[in-house]
């Protein structure tokens, strides 16, 4: 009998030109994600982490981050259960004593077995590592696909002088769902009530709608693929009205004092949002929505500030912890959360992706949805499970 469909073929048929998109609920191969902040991996330990359905296990060897499959090829157990290193760049099976080499994924040794003809012609699968701005990424694909990182992600994020800070968290929906929530123009109408208006005064209509020439696809052949929605060129919404009388107000202090909250955003490969300047001139908010199973994903948001000095450096490290954190990523962002999160049943048997109604300002995500099925290296599927 054959594997059963990721997703439901009934609907592939009826979504068009995004049909790659749909099919991707467990995220596209073959691309670099960030899994974790480099300081939460120090030498010699480990961390089980999962991307894309599979379960990894890192480990630093002498400075570096190595990836293997979390799973031992003899019987398929979970290595992590019971982790025994004995020495430094291997991992042993708990179970019959199968041993792996960190760096290869190779068969090295069975230790109760030491001469079975398996030893050194066998592989555990093994993905290659990436330190940059702080966070471990991971390219989760196959050996011929590798890519440079710099092609994942958002143009300025590896800029010498810019300063990361962040924080993960798992969210309960699927990755697509954090990407067009984070993406859309109209989303804005939840934030209206945030608590990072307490203590800044942010111009903030209740909506917007792009105008011609507001979105634009970046397309070319050796940089990341996104699309790029410039809010200059979108008309605002101050004031909600039902039947003549306002019932919103967006807020509006004089433009002199008060900023613009952001002044555009973009989506990129293989999931990660750009948002300028927030929450303030001078820092971008980038986010990745890295997919771990089909109804959840790493929520991985940071800011980055150009440094020059220490002085510099250490300011935006304290800003960080007391403002942009609590105010920015926790406070602001929460309600971008429970969004994701109380979406995600209507999209659980796919057909929200037909059974949704979107209007005009919707367009700047069907953008994204079709530049993703055009661009996205690889489907995830059932089959790179087994
Ligand atoms: S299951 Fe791992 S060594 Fe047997
Ligand atoms: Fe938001």
Same mark, same amino acid.
């Given at each position: 009998?054959?594997?059963?469909?990721?997703?439901?073929?009934e609907?592939?048929e009826?979504v068009?030109d995004w049909?790659g998109?749909?099919e991707?609920?467990?995220?596209f191969?073959?691309?670099?994600?960030?899994?974790?902040?480099?300081?939460e991996?120090?030498?010699?330990a480990?961390?089980?982490?999962?991307?894309?359905?599979?379960k990894?296990l890192?480990?630093?060897i002498?400075?570096?981050? !190595?990836?293997?499959?979390d799973r031992?090829?003899h019987r398929?157990?979970p290595?992590?259960?019971?982790?025994?290193?004995?020495?430094?760049?291997?991992?042993?099976c708990?179970?019959?004593?199968?041993t792996?080499?960190?760096?290869?994924g190779?068969?090295?040794?069975?230790?109760a077995v030491?001469?079975?003809?398996?030893c050194?012609r066998r592989?555990?699968?093994?993905?290659p590592c990436?330190e940059?701005?702080?966070?471990?990424?991971?390219?989760?694909?196959?050996?011929h696909e590798?890519?440079p990182?710099?092609?994942?992600v958002?143009?300025?994020f590896l800029d010498?002088?810019?300063?990361?800070l962040?924080?993960?968290?798992v969210?309960?929906?699927?990755w697509?769902?954090?990407?067009?929530?984070?993406?859309d123009?109209l989303?804005?109408?939840?934030?209206?009530?945030?608590?990072?208006?307490h203590?800044?005064e942010?111009n903030f209509p209740?909506g917007h709608t792009?105008?011609?020439?507001?979105v634009?696809?970046?397309e070319?052949?050796d940089?990341?693929?996104g699309?790029?929605d410039?809010?200059?060129?979108?008309?605002p919404?101050?004031?909600?009205?039902?039947d003549g009388?306002?019932?919103?107000k967006?807020?509006?202090?004089?433009?002199?004092?008060?900023?613009?909250?952001s002044?555009?955003?973009?989506?990129w490969l293989?999931?990660v949002l750009?948002v300028e300047?927030f929450?303030?001139?001078?820092?971008t908010q980038?986010e990745? !929505?890295?997919p771990l199973?089909?109804?959840?994903h790493l929520?991985?948001?940071?800011?980055?500030q150009?440094?020059t000095t220490?002085e510099?450096?250490?300011?935006?490290?304290?800003?960080?912890?007391?403002?942009?954190?609590?105010?920015?990523?926790?406070?602001?962002n929460?309600?971008?959360?429970?969004a994701?999160?109380v979406?995600?049943p209507f999209y659980?048997d796919? !057909?929200?992706?037909?059974?949704e109604?979107?209007?005009e300002?919707?367009?700047?995500i069907l953008?994204?949805?079709?530049?993703?099925a055009r661009?996205?290296r690889?489907?995830q599927?059932?089959?790179?499970?087994r």
């Amino acid at each position: 009998m054959s594997e059963e469909p990721l997703v439901n073929p009934e609907v592939l048929e009826m979504v068009g030109d995004w049909r790659g998109y749909v099919e991707a609920k467990l995220g596209f191969r073959n691309h670099w994600y960030p899994i974790r902040f480099s300081s939460e991996l120090n030498e010699g330990a480990l961390l089980v982490v999962e991307l894309l359905g599979e379960k990894l296990l890192l480990k630093r060897i002498d400075g570096k981050v !190595y990836a293997m499959r979390d799973r031992c090829l003899h019987r398929g157990v979970p290595l992590s259960r019971k982790p025994d290193c004995y020495t430094k760049d291997t991992i042993t099976c708990w179970y019959h004593g199968y041993t792996y080499r960190f760096q290869t994924g190779e068969l090295a040794n069975i230790l109760a077995v030491p001469d079975s003809r398996l030893c050194g012609r066998r592989k555990i699968q093994t993905y290659p590592c990436e330190e940059a701005k702080g966070l471990i990424f991971v390219f989760l694909g196959d050996e011929h696909e590798v890519h440079p990182l710099s092609k994942d992600v958002p143009p300025g994020f590896l800029d010498e002088d810019l300063m990361v800070l962040g924080k993960h968290r798992v969210v309960d929906s699927n990755w697509r769902l954090g990407c067009e929530n984070g993406f859309d123009a109209l989303h804005i109408f939840i934030h209206k009530d945030s608590t990072l208006r307490h203590f800044r005064e942010f111009n903030f209509p209740i909506g917007h709608t792009p105008l011609p020439g507001a979105v634009t696809c970046i397309e070319e052949e050796d940089g990341p693929k996104g699309v790029e929605d410039d809010f200059s060129k979108h008309h605002p919404i101050w004031d909600g009205e039902i039947d003549g009388q306002i019932v919103v107000k967006g807020p509006k202090f004089d433009p002199k004092k008060g900023t613009s909250a952001s002044i555009g955003t973009s989506i990129w490969l293989p999931g990660v949002l750009k948002v300028e300047s927030f929450p303030v001139p001078g820092i971008t908010q980038f986010e990745w !929505y890295v997919p771990l199973d089909e109804g959840r994903h790493l929520y991985v948001q940071t800011l980055g500030q150009a440094c020059t000095t220490d002085e510099e450096r250490s300011d935006f490290a304290n800003k960080f912890e007391t403002h942009w954190k609590p105010h920015g990523l926790d406070g602001f962002n929460a309600d971008d959360i429970w969004a994701r999160e109380v979406t995600q049943p209507f999209y659980d048997d796919d !057909y929200g992706w037909v059974d949704e109604m979107l209007c005009e300002p919707d367009s700047t995500i069907l953008e994204w949805r079709r530049l993703a099925a055009r661009h996205g290296r690889g489907i995830q599927t059932k089959k790179d499970l087994r």
